[in-house]
């Protein structure tokens, strides 16, 4: 060949070499080729052919799943990195699918805060001096509470070790908000909310965060809790959120199961009950013993679930909370006592901050809020209350620092409820004297007059007592004064935190019943067991009532009650009554009848002397008596009712 030929030959050769080098396929093309290949040899086949299947997403790769690859044919050969390229394709495609399929179910429920609904839950626990708090991320919320200085009664007995209190438990409770995003509702109880916890020099922040899509907005709870105290700082923080939610229409729903605490669940359901307060008004509470639900009327200042002798509240300061509903329910298992239930409507303010109260009833504690918790405390109504905060609490207290047992402390402030009312104590003797020593002459003219009608005999009565200087209601109105200060310790002691399991002679607990005897029986308001202090608390009653009985003239008139037998059935009453009450209020009555039959014997034996008294009314009688207008007054009515009968 030429030169020109060879020149040509190796130009076309170029040319298509380059053409090849530019245009031959990508890797991805090669795959996709051999795949297609495989593919065809399969169907291409005889009898042994088995149709390739590949299966949904397993928790487990196809890769190694041996099931899968034995599917495959022995005479097919198939490129290992392509069909494991290929199985990839398919899971991720399956993935991607589930995943589309999740999340859709995810925003029916969830709404904008989906991402919020994936997790696993996980606990946070905080403790300061006072309180051990448990959170969960499932909800965001307070799962228990527990308080270190106290103990249960089941514990308090059962182990040397000071087990810590607890106030509620998880599985029945419930600490949520129900918020409504475009027209849906949707509970934040579900929530796997993102936490952080920050441990300072003064106070413990545990941040929790339920995120959306858009990383810009969230919904954030930030609890706080002081290093020394019983509350725990609540703020939620709609963080720009306020185009997405309703915030209008958000509830706080708080709920939960008062655990049993005491020693007899029924006495701790008979004193717990739902309390809250408005604004400069007094505090309000749905009745002990009670299924109730109330709408709330006013701003609240804050609402409180009282246990007998623990409270945990939701304070509302400065929040503006005026609508909801707050309920409660019995329930009849001596593990809980009543089911605490609220539903707040928030404001609509994009940050919120709320306080939460777990503490003992103590009223130094409670009054350092300066809201009004300190009425939480129930010292009864009226004058009860006022004779309570202003007299045996004082008292109490101030014996209290002597570090007195609580048994001596009962005793002396007995004695001195005694010493204060002794004054009135002896012008109700004396009067009864004056009644006594009249007896016998009212006697006399009741006989006489047995065949008159009984104005005519009231009238000759009112006659001698006038004559006397005596007045039959004179001793009515000291015992009227000392009934408020017997009555207000009825709800001082069974109240009272310092009694709770305060040990005293046989008793274990003044604050509960104490017994000597198990019965192995129930018998019918009375109890399967025998309290000694309330069986002494009765005979010392049955002994003062019989001894101030014959202290006191009590003529019988026609149609007249038996005096004497209420009287009498009165201890045999408070003997079932107290049995299963507070040993403490049974020993203080014992320490007060006691004390009553000594200052009347003391009394009679050298304070009053009868044959004066007797002297004195004979001497009244000489001496002229100007009636009182009123009396005048009602000797008139007496004489035109007498006419008018006799015209008749």
Excluded at 285 to 299: H, S
Aim: proline share 4%; glycine share 4%.
């Amino acid at each position: 060949m030429d030169k020109n030929t060879i020149t040509g030959l190796l130009l076309i050769g170029a040319i298509l070499l380059g053409f090849t080098y530019f245009n031959q396929p990508s890797l991805e093309e090669v795959e996709q080729q051999q795949k297609e290949q495989v593919l065809a040899s399969t169907r291409d086949s005889s009898s042994n052919f088995q149709e390739v299947k590949v299966k949904p997403i397993k928790p487990k790769s196809l890769k190694e799943d041996n099931t899968f690859l034995a599917s495959v044919p022995e005479n097919i050969k198939v490129d290992s990195i392509l069909l494991n390229k290929y199985i990839d394709s398919v899971e991720n495609f399956n993935k991607s699918v589930e995943a589309v399929a999740q999340q859709k179910d995810l925003e029916g429920k969830f709404g904008i805060f989906y991402p919020a609904g994936e997790g696993t839950e996980e606990y946070t626990t905080i403790e300061n001096k006072k309180l051990i708090v448990t959170f969960s991320n499932k909800g965001g919320r307070i799962a228990n509470v527990k308080l270190k200085k106290y103990q249960s009664y089941e514990d308090y007995m059962g182990s040397e070790d000071s087990i810590p209190l607890q106030l509620f438990e998880e599985k029945t409770s419930n600490q949520s908000l129900l918020l409504m995003n475009k027209g849906t509702q949707i509970d934040t109880k579900d929530f796997i909310f993102k936490s952080e916890l920050k441990k300072g020099d003064a106070a413990q922040v545990l941040t929790y965060v339920a995120p959306t899509a858009d990383p810009n907005k969230y919904l954030q709870y930030t609890y706080s809790i002081k290093n020394d105290g019983y509350d725990v700082d609540f703020q939620i923080n709609y963080v720009n959120l306020q185009t997405d939610l309703n915030l209008n229409e958000t509830v706080m729903n708080w709920q939960l199961y008062g655990l049993s605490t005491e020693k007899l669940t029924s006495d701790q359901r008979r004193m717990s009950c739902v309390m809250f307060r408005y604004y400069d008004e007094k505090r309000d509470y749905i009745r002990e013993m009670t299924d109730d639900e109330i709408e709330l009327e006013a701003n609240t200042n804050w609402i409180a679930f009282k246990h007998k002798f623990f409270t945990t509240a939701l304070i509302l300061d400065g929040q503006n909370i005026s609508k909801g509903t707050l309920a409660q329910k019995q329930l009849e298992n001596d593990k809980y006592s009543i089911a605490y239930n609220s539903n707040l409507n928030l404001p609509a303010k994009s940050i919120i901050d709320l306080k939460f109260f777990f503490g003992p009833n103590n009223n130094k504690l409670l009054s350092s809020y300066n809201n009004g918790m300190d009425d939480i405390i129930d010292h009864g109504w009226g004058i009860f209350g006022v004779v309570n905060k202003w007299m045996i609490r004082p008292i109490f207290n101030m014996l209290k620092t002597t570090g007195f047992n609580y048994g001596l402390i009962i005793l002396l402030v007995t004695l001195i409820v005694k010493i204060i009312i002794l004054p009135l104590t002896y012008k109700n003797y004396k009067s009864s004297a004056k009644m006594r020593v009249l007896k016998p002459e009212i006697e006399e003219i009741n006989e006489k007059m047995k065949d008159a009608d009984a104005m005519a005999r009231q009238q000759a009565t009112s006659k001698l007592y006038s004559q006397t200087g005596v007045s039959p209601m004179a001793g009515c109105v000291p015992m009227l004064i000392q009934m408020p200060i017997l009555l207000a310790v009825f709800r001082f002691f069974p109240s009272s935190l310092d009694l709770r399991h305060a040990k005293f002679l046989w008793a274990e607990d003044l604050s509960s019943y104490e017994s000597v005897m198990q019965l192995g029986f129930e018998i019918p308001f009375y109890g399967s067991h025998i309290s000694l202090f309330a069986i002494l608390m009765a005979i010392s009653t049955f002994l003062y009532t019989k001894m101030n009985s014959g202290n006191m003239a009590t003529p019988s008139q026609p149609g007249m009650p038996n005096m004497n037998f209420i009287m009498y059935m009165m201890p045999f009453m408070m003997l079932f009554f107290f049995n299963s009450y507070s040993s403490g209020l049974s020993y203080y009555y014992l320490c007060g009848n006691m004390m009553n039959i000594g200052i009347m014997w003391a009394i009679k034996e050298f304070m009053i002397d009868e044959d004066k008294i007797k002297a004195q009314l004979a001497e009244n009688k000489k001496k002229p008596k100007k009636k009182s207008k009123f009396k005048q007054k009602m000797d008139d009515m007496v004489k035109q009712q007498q006419e008018a009968a006799k015209k008749k």
